[in-house]
Structures are given as structure tokens and as C-alpha cells.
């Protein structure tokens, strides 16, 4: 769902809005609207903070299921624009804080004491969701934060135009800048990998054999592999065979969809528009290895809901996480699979979801199941930044791959330190 938001998702705003959530105590609320009001259910006002999701009915969906609840009078605060990370981290400065909003694990939310325990929710059906989601919400043993969706991302291209170009699908890096080459044409480019390139950092990572952090937290990324890889991104950027300065980032499926480039990297969100537009001649890959020692590799983004640890209605908050995020199914399924494509964290409905059991969403799934990786909690957004600083010191600006690495490691170890000790 992030795709068709009005925001991209910038990772450098969310840095700068969780720095001065750690360091600022006197920011105002976002605009003059505190959303108290509002609200059909009796007894205690909740109010939850969601980003402007730009796919029709969602927001219509949000505030359908929150009528429906009964326990609680719950508002929606639906933020538009480019700043949703800056408005919820500035807001949960203040009185007004939501009581619950939707993000992303991230470690320091939880060493702040910003986000509520919820594994007394989620335990008794832990067995139902995706390991791999509860492993990214779980610190020290207790889960924090509820997954509402998965988002795959991997590949999306034209199959007429790899026919007519002569391309196979690429199971290499080398091979997907080969076969850039030969679909680029004068009005079309090969291959899209968004505007900064910085989708593709930790796709790249997992595809050359390495990771971001190991399972004791330290520096996985720098490797002869990814170097390889970084080498080889720099000569995909210098090609021409590169499309840059789309009107819209990875994330939007305009570019494929217009016919800007035959190949781009988007999420399965996407994946509904794309096949209104182009139909049967669409295909998705994963993102190629890039050494002998990788392995193909699809990102899993997505949200998840947390409660504000810190907010004036902790239990109230908890209660109505666990009544729409946990008992009801038939929003979560409606919430996964009518707004875009999304694989459903609970098993028991994404093993019931017709949408996602033929044809291209199927695929989708099985790339996802086969070679999903999923976010480490402990790999903060200053981390995250870090390696997204590499791919523009050495990719688009044709550094050094090794010195742009030793300067990420500076950056990613003092934030280790800090976290971990």
C-alpha cells in the first residue's frame, strides 16, 4: 500500500523526525485539528494516525472498520502529503499524541519506551502469523507492534518487449544490465530502479550473499560481494540504459505502465493497476544474484500498528488493536486484498485468499515465500540511511565502493554501540 501513497517513503525524513523525537520535547501538533472528535463507539476517545495510502477506499475502509467498533470511540487522523513520519513523531511530543499509529519496527521506538508491549495479544495467536513478522516486531522476547500487511517487492517487466528484444528473464545482475541494454530504445529505457536508487540498497545486499546485521548485531553489508554489486550498479547508472528523473518514484507503477521503461522495480500493491493496464503482458522476477554465492532476493516491506506507550489510553488503545488486528479477519483479509495486492501476515487467511492463489499473484507469492527478506528491527533508520548514503557516493556519484562502505561502517557502529553497548 505505500505505493500510491502521497508521500514517498522517504527513509531521510523518518531520520530526522526519530532524531527529534529523541531530542526535541516541544514541537506542536500537527495542525490545528487534534481529531478528538469523531467517533461512533461509547466510554474513552482513541484516536490513530494512518498516511494517506493513495489507493481508492482506503481511507473509506479505515474509518468503516473504526465505526464499527463499539468499545471506543475511535477517530482517524488520515495524513496527507510528504511529511507523514515528521507530522506522528512531532505529535507524539505533545497531548495530543494518537494513541495508536501505523509504522515500522524500529528498535529505538521501543528502547524510548514509545511503543506498548502487545505480546499478550498476539501470543495467543502467534502460531498464525508469519514468523518472520513476528521476528521482526520481537525485542528481547515481547513483541511490539501488530503486522496488518506484507509487501513484496521485486521486479515488474513487459513480456512483448523482452520478446521482441530477445531477453530472457535475468537470474543475474549481469544479466539484468545485458538485458537493459537491449530493451533500451530511443523512447523507451531498460530498466527503472526508482529516482535515487536507494530501493534496490538492501535487495542488492541480500542478492550478493550478505545482510545487513548478523544475528549479533554487527555489520554484514560490507562484503567482496556487494562491493561487486556496487561496481556493477555504477555501470547500470553511466549505461543510458537506466531510466532517471521519472514523474513519479519506484513505488508508482506509471513508469511501466506509460511505457517509460520495460522493466521496474514497484511493490505488489501495484500489481492490480499494473495488470488493468498492460493485462496478460506483464511479469515479475526477483531481484538477481549478484554473485555465485548470492541468491535471488524480493524485499517484504509493509505496516504495522503500534499503540503509544506514553498515551493517556494505553488499555483502550490495546483493546481495540487486538478487536481489529487480531479477532477481525474479514477486515484484515478486506484490508490486505481490496486496496492493491498485499499478502496477509495472518497464514490462516493468506492460505484462504482466492486473490492470491492463481496466476500472477500467485507467483507473486511463491517469489515471496522462496526468497522474501524481511526488516531487522535492530537496523535503525540512521542504518538505513547510512547504506543509502553508499549507492550515492559510489553509485551515482562514482566514489570509491570501499571508502563509501568504511564511511557507512563509522555511521552504522555508533548506532550500534548506543543500542547494544
Request: aromatic share 10%; charged share 25%; glycine share 10%.
Amino acid at each position: 500500500m505505500p505505493a500510491f501513497s502521497n508521500s514517498s517513503w522517504d527513509r531521510r525524513s523518518v531520520l530526522r523526525a526519530a532524531m527529534g523525537l529523541a531530542a526535541a520535547g516541544g514541537l506542536a501538533a500537527c495542525g490545528g485539528n487534534n481529531g478528538r472528535g469523531g467517533g461512533s463507539g461509547s466510554g474513552k476517545r482513541l484516536v490513530q494516525y494512518f498516511h494517506a495510502y493513495g489507493e481508492p477506499g482506503t481511507e473509506q475502509a479505515v474509518k468503516r472498520y473504526a465505526k464499527a467498533y463499539r468499545e471506543a470511540g475511535v477517530t482517524t487522523q488520515w495524513i496527507t502529503g510528504e511529511n507523514f513520519e515528521s507530522k506522528l513523531f512531532s505529535a507524539l511530543l505533545t497531548d495530543n499524541a494518537p494513541d495508536l499509529f501505523e509504522f515500522h519496527p524500529q528498535i529505538q521506538l521501543v528502547r524510548s519506551g514509545q511503543v506498548a508491549d502487545l505480546t499478550d495479544l498476539v501470543e495467543p495467536v502467534k502460531d498464525d502469523f508469519n514468523q518472520a513478522d513476528i521476528a521482526s516486531h520481537t525485542v528481547d522476547g515481547k513483541i511490539y507492534g501488530i503486522r496488518m500487511i506484507d509487501d513484496p517487492q521485486f521486479f515488474f517487466y513487459r513480456k512483448s518487449l523482452f520478446e521482441k528484444a530477445g531477453v530472457n528473464v535475468p537470474t543475474t545482475l549481469d544479466e539484468l544490465i545485458e538485458a537493459a541494454a537491449k530493451l533500451t530504445t530511443d523512447k523507451v529505457k531498460g530498466v527503472f530502479l526508482g529516482n535515487e536508487l536507494d530501493a534496490v540498497i538492501r535487495p542488492l545486499i541480500w542478492a550478493a550473499g550478505a545482510d545487513t546485521l548478523d544475528e549479533k548485531n554487527r555489520i554484514a553489508y560490507h562484503t567482496e560481494g556487494v562491493k561487486e554489486g556496487l561496481v556493477k550498479l555504477r555501470k547500470l547508472f553511466t549505461s543510458g540504459d537506466l531510466l532517471l528523473g521519472a514523474p513519479t518514484d519506484f513505488w508508482d507503477p506509471s513508469a511501466l505502465n506509460q511505457g517509460l521503461t520495460a522493466i521496474q522495480w514497484c511493490g505488489m500493491w501495484a500489481m492490480p493497476q499494473m495488470q488493468q493496464a498492460l493485462g496478460d503482458d506483464l511479469g515479475i522476477f526477483p531481484f538477481p544474484k549478484v554473485t555465485d554465492a548470492g541468491a535471488p532476493a524480493v524485499y517484504n516491506g509493509g505496516w504495522s500498528m503500534f499503540v503509544n506507550a506514553k498515551g493517556k489510553n494505553v488499555e483502550a488503545a490495546k483493546e481495540y488493536v487486538k478487536w481489529l488486528w487480531i479477532d477481525q479477519k474479514e477486515y484484515q483479509e478486506d484490508w490486505a486484498l481490496s486496496y492493491g495486492f498485499h499478502v496477509p501476515p495472518r497464514v490462516s487467511i493468506a492460505e484462504s485468499a482466492d486473490k492470491l492463489k492463481s496466476g500472477l499473484p500467485a507467483e507473486g507469492v511463491r517469489l515471496f515465500d522462496e526468497y522474501g527478506h524481511f526488516d531487522n528491527i535492530g537496523f535503525t533508520q540512521a542504518m538505513i540511511d547510512a547504506i543509502e548514503d553508499v549507492v550515492a557516493d559510489c553509485v551515482r556519484s562514482g566514489g570509491d565502493p570501499e571508502a563509501a562502505l568504511d564511511k557507512a561502517d563509522g555511521k552504522v557502529e555508533r548506532e550500534l554501540k548506543k543500542l547494544f553497548g
